[in-house]
């Protein structure tokens, strides 16, 4: 089992950047897949990034050029860093271990204002 914390949301304006931070309580080192998802209110939770040990991601199409996932196997943090975000963006953050099982963070709130 691990657990993971979230921090680093809050408010920021339109075109504002912010920097998303997942710490795990033991090494990730050896997991396949880490993940970044987002749940907007009246939606459903969609998946925002994700990487592999390999240092493979991918994206989804609302965040591609905007959004960047990193992961620092030696810290046990994976990180989103959040550029040019717009008011759609506004949404609870999840970081997840994202290969089986599957284990959540508690989501941190991200809101951008217009």
């Known amino acids: 089992q691990v657990q993971l914390v979230e921090s680093g949301g809050g408010l920021v304006q339109a075109g504002g950047s912010l920097r998303l931070s997942c710490a795990a309580s033991k090494s990730i080192a050896t997991i396949f897949r880490m993940g970044w998802y987002r749940q907007r209110p009246g939606k459903q939770r969609e998946m925002v990034a994700r990487?592999?040990?390999?240092?493979?991601?991918d994206y989804a199409d609302s965040v591609k050029g905007r959004f960047t996932i990193s992961r620092d196997d030696a810290k046990n943090t994976v990180s989103l860093e959040m550029d040019s975000l717009r008011p759609e963006d506004t949404a609870m953050y999840y970081c997840n271990k994202d290969t089986f099982p599957t284990y959540w963070g508690q989501g941190i709130q991200v809101t951008v204002s217009s």
């Open positions: 990487i592999t040990s390999d240092g493979t991601t």
